[in-house]
């Protein structure tokens, strides 16, 4: 899941969602120019409300406070968690079950030492614990790390954890884990065998049972920075009795040119992505594995592309010369999806970069990077390991930020909705969406909003789906300055 952090050049906001042609809006909140903007935001399951933390005042950040609205989005009661300094950074804020958690890092540099503690509050703003300390750390470059998070699939399990820079060291991961009942209940540490400069964690996620699930890459060659020279590693961390093992993923002398992960309910792991028979750069078919909670390896499956869905992106003659597709990545976090029956649906889009060269004011040649976003392909894996069907979402963004482009996915009872925001030719920017059906079927891209102007911010990284009928999504209004929270219930 998806959480915002506005930046002082960022201005966000949430919107409301259509599916198909039939939406319901419940609830709108809208934040002037005048009104303090917040860092961060989490939607309550319990009482589908909305969380902010952020500013006390528009005027000063020197107070951050939470800010609590109901299901109308209308606010209920606001209080103030701390007073901002330099050496202190706010790192999340998250909500599991009827409690409210804002974790924080302070360096103190007298002491020589790092502490990460938090805060925790209930649904009615009553703070439970102040301060509470989850770890002191030599104030060493190695500690000064993020803090982050994930939650269970049932969102009863939060799991905070840090990803420490050992360089030559074996890579370590230090984690601290609560429940849906407000406690702390565990904290460990993940010490894998490869050096951490060789080692790139690619996801982590935690288990309904509160078990760690690390997935990352290992370059084998300690001084080679071939993009083929590396292999995919996935640990699964027994919080309870601190052991783990590793699972292998290995095809032989074809490349797994991509990698996402989830777990179900039932502590099983859903692997699947992409390899190719060239380099990791390449893709020409999925791989598919399921994983029981012992490690056994239920399911192992490779399928190639069919030439009809090579034959969108390839001639007939580069199809026979064994050509294949460039530029497709799944996202590590939501590239996968799992399906009823055991299978998985992928989602992938086509991403690349290119340099445009421009001369300033002063005339001299300055370098500009340029993002492409293009085609989503989503690609539906049953519980064989089988290619049921391929489905191609066209569209082309161009920017010199990549801040409003790519895509936010939805799930609904008719399929898949893809939102991007675009320009077609002969017609006014807006963001559009197309809906994909179960079989694969793509409709025909509509717009969004009746009233979407040129200059508005779309922010797809930002937008997040909070249940089987509610959406949120960010967008901020170029005229007024304003943010609007639209909370949406849809049908399909």
């Not at 007298?110 to 503690?117: D, H």
């Not at 009942?181 to 690619?202: K, T």
């Not at 020279?229 to 640990?235: E, L």
Request: neutral net charge; aromatic residues 14%; contains cysteine.
């Amino acid at each position: 899941m998806n959480k915002l952090r506005i930046f002082c050049i960022v201005m966000w906001g949430l919107l409301g969602l259509v599916y198909g042609q039939r939406s319901n809006i419940v609830a709108r909140l809208d934040l002037g120019k005048n009104d303090p903007k917040p860092e961060f935001y989490e939607y309550s399951p319990i009482d589908q409300g909305l969380i902010t933390l952020g500013p006390m005042s528009r005027i000063s950040s020197r107070y951050i406070g939470l800010r609590k609205y109901d299901r109308g989005l209308r606010q209920e009661w606001e209080t103030r968690v701390l007073e901002q300094s330099e050496r202190k950074t706010i790192d999340f804020v998250s909500i599991v079950g009827q409690y409210i958690f804002v974790f924080v890092s302070e360096s103190f540099p007298k002491e020589g030492v790092i502490k990460s503690y938090y805060y925790e509050y209930d649904l009615d703003g009553n703070q439970i614990v102040e301060r509470e300390i989850l770890s002191v750390y030599p104030l060493e470059k190695e500690q000064k790390v993020e803090l982050q998070y994930v939650l269970s699939p049932n969102k009863r399990k939060l799991l905070c954890f840090k990803n420490l820079r050992n360089k030559r060291d074996t890579e370590e991961i230090l984690y601290y884990l609560f429940d849906d009942e407000g406690d702390y209940i565990q904290s460990g540490e993940i010490s894998l065998r490869y050096p951490d400069n060789r080692f790139r964690v690619r996801n982590v996620r935690v288990s309904n049972q509160g078990n760690v699930f690390v997935l990352g890459k290992f370059t084998l060659r300690n001084r080679v920075r071939d993009t083929d020279d590396y292999k995919y590693i996935v640990y699964r961390h027994d919080a309870a009795t601190q052991t783990g093992r590793e699972i292998a993923v290995d095809l032989g002398d074809r490349y797994i040119s991509d990698l996402a992960f989830r777990l179900d309910r039932d502590d099983n792991m859903y692997l699947a992505g992409f390899y190719s028979n060239r380099s990791t750069y390449q893709i020409v078919g999925t791989l598919f594995q399921k994983v029981s909670p012992t490690g056994e390896i239920l399911m192992n499956s490779t399928e190639k592309f069919g030439e009809n869905f090579l034959s969108n992106y390839l001639s007939g003659g580069q199809i026979d010369r064994g050509r294949e597709l460039k530029n497709f990545y799944l996202d590590p976090e939501d590239g996968i999806i799992l399906r009823s029956d055991g299978g998985v649906l992928l989602l992938a889009e086509k991403f690349y970069v290119t340099n445009r060269p421009y001369r300033d004011i002063y005339g001299y040649w300055v370098n500009r990077d340029v993002f492409h976003y293009e085609d989503v392909i989503l690609t539906s894996i049953n519980g064989n390991g089988e290619i049921e069907w391929h489905a191609i979402v066209d569209k082309n963004q161009i920017g010199e930020s990549p801040a409003n482009l790519s895509y936010f996915n939805a799930i609904g009872g008719s399929g898949n909705f893809i939102f991007y925001e675009y320009k077609p030719r002969r017609n006014k920017v807006n963001v559009y969406y197309n809906a994909v059906g179960i079989g694969g079927e793509v409709s025909n891209r509509q717009p969004l909003f009746a009233d979407y102007r040129f200059g508005n911010e779309f922010y797809p990284r930002f937008c997040e789906q909070v249940d089987n009928n509610t959406a949120i999504m960010v967008y901020f209004q170029s005229r007024g300055k304003k943010l609007s929270v639209v909370k949406v219930q849809f049908e399909g």
